[in-house]
């Protein structure tokens, strides 16, 4: 029984190559699932206001609100999430906005 097994390893290659090549397609298979949801994203713009050569806008990303600074003369957008502080107490942490 043991020839058998052996014979059959020879003849469709070793078990390392076919564990490497499985491993090498779940890689792929598990980045592509991992990138596949940034295309999902809702984007909406709430606001935008003009102050000088710099434009202020806020918009809603999946429900919650982020601020974006855009320099015009300059290349460079920056963009932060909007939050507010807790309700109740002082000392709670902030909470992120939502839309």
Do not use: W
């Not at 078990?15 to 491993?23: A, D, Q, T």
């Not at 809702?42 to 601020?67: A, W």
């Amino acid at each position: 029984m043991k020839k058998n097994y052996k014979k059959n390893i020879r003849k469709n290659g070793t078990l390392m190559e076919k564990g490497k090549n499985i491993m090498k397609k779940l890689i792929i298979v598990f980045i592509s699932l991992m990138f596949a949801n940034i295309a999902f994203a809702e984007m909406r713009l709430i606001e935008e206001t003009k102050v000088g050569p710099h434009k202020i806008s806020t918009v809603c990303i999946d429900g919650y609100k982020f601020v974006v600074f855009d320099r015009v003369a300059k290349e460079g957008i920056s963009m932060v999430q909007y939050y507010k502080r807790g309700l109740y107490a002082k000392n709670t942490p902030p909470q992120p906005v939502q839309c």
